[in-house]
T-cell receptor
């Protein structure tokens, strides 16, 4: 596709429910990132996938958060037992994956609201 | 661990005023540096980047940034802002010695008054 596509664009869920957020990356861009954007917190790094290497999960805030990337393409971020503090915009980004990093391209994000 | 600090959280300027947004990072090795911008209702987009060479880099829309290695800084500047520059600005750092992980600052919200 022409850019990074995220779905849904908005998600309202009840506290305690699980949610899945999807990222369709740019074709051929092997590096994929998830970030969380909250008011006053900037962009908080969550997880990074690079090709077939083990992902860097160092930013995941708790074990309720997990992500996978199937076939090196589509990625899903899952939040289990959502809490109100999980409300934020979740951003997916891609880069070509070569070294050094040249540019990361961002999707529009998924706005998650936990009520 | 790497960190990025943006000390100005909210800046209000009048049109034609000069702009300088601060960015400092904590990592002492070789880094790539970026400024991203997020206009209201739009996705993040790259404003400019520094990899090596001339420490003064020029980006889109008249923005520039200067890398000062001794100060671990990469401040963003524009001589004369316009109302259309109203946006949130993010500084980001990539540690070239490690992975392609990109660490962002907390952002600076710029409001330009006409």
């Amino acid at each position: 596709g022409a850019g990074v596509s995220q779905s849904p664009s908005n998600k309202v869920t009840e506290k305690g429910k699980d949610v899945e957020l999807r990222c369709d990356p740019i074709s051929g861009h092997t590096a994929l990132y998830w970030y969380r954007q909250s008011l006053g917190q900037g962009l908080e790094f969550l997880i990074y996938f690079q090709g077939n290497s083990a992902p860097d999960k160092s930013g995941l805030p708790s074990d309720r958060f997990s992500a996978e990337r199937t076939g090196g393409s589509v990625s899903t971020l899952t939040i289990q037992r959502t809490q109100q503090e999980d409300s934020a915009v979740y951003l997916c980004a891609n880069s070509l994956g070569g070294r050094p990093l040249t540019e990361a391209f961002f999707g529009q994000g998924t706005r998650l609201t936990v009520v | 661990a790497q960190s990025v600090s943006q000390h100005n959280h909210h800046v209000i300027l009048s049109e034609a005023a000069s702009l300088e947004l601060g960015c400092n990072y904590s990592y002492g090795g070789t880094v790539n540096l970026f400024w991203y911008v997020q206009y209201p209702g739009q996705h993040l987009q790259l404003l400019l980047k520094y990899f090596s060479g001339d420490p003064l880099v020029k980006g889109i829309k008249g923005f520039e940034a200067e890398f000062i290695k001794s100060k671990f800084s990469f401040n963003l500047r524009k001589p004369s802002v316009q109302w259309s520059d109203t946006a949130e600005y993010f500084c980001a750092v990539n540690d070239r010695g490690a992975t392609n992980k990109l660490i962002f600052g907390t952002g600076t919200l710029l409001a330009v008054q006409p």
